[in-house]
């Protein structure tokens, strides 16, 4: 699991790197909610936000044979959110809220957990301080553009 974890703090944090936003700090209290909420989920087969104070993205995926959906799946739905996000009209869109809360730049400690029931799998990541604060100015200032046009070609390590 350890490793799981490694390689989703990576992945956020090239992805992260890729839109100037400093790297985000594993934290093992925000993971113990994240584990709380997706062991919640995942046999209620609901994809629902928590109350938590931190931002929050969540990642569901029902299959016949879910095999090995880890690794950084639910990190790489979250940043293709970025094909609908308009960096010349900043702003919070349901339909980019993973995206922008991945990137955002004042956000500093992450944690992520998953879960399994069956056919389902969930993975809850949350993020301290919480992004997606709605003012088109905390936009401008959080979710910068790719300093780099070759999005695409990202390196994980």
């Known amino acids: 699991m350890q490793g799981l974890l490694y390689n989703n703090n990576s992945a956020h944090n090239s992805y992260r790197k890729i839109h100037q936003a400093p790297p985000l700090t594993y934290n093992k209290e925000i993971t113990k909610e994240c584990q709380e909420w ?3 989920l995942a046999p209620a087969g609901k994809m629902e936000h928590s109350t938590t104070k931190n931002g929050e993205n969540i990642w569901y995926k029902w299959a016949t044979d879910l095999g090995e959906v880890f690794g ?4 790489d739905a979250w940043y293709n959110e970025i094909k609908d996000y308009n960096f010349n009209e900043p ?4 339909e980019t809220g993973h995206f922008t809360q991945l990137v955002w730049k004042s956000t500093t400690e992450m944690g992520i957990a998953y879960a399994v029931h069956e056919n389902v799998a969930i993975a809850v990541a949350q993020y301290s301080p919480a992004g997606n604060i709605t003012n088109p100015s905390f936009f401008e ?3 910068l553009p790719p300093a780099t046009s070759n999005t695409g070609l990202i390196a994980y390590w």
């Open 91 to 94: 702003g919070f869109k349901s």
């Open 141 to 143: 200032e959080n979710v």
């Open 72 to 75: 950084k799946e639910a990190v």
């Open 38 to 40: 997706a062991n919640y």
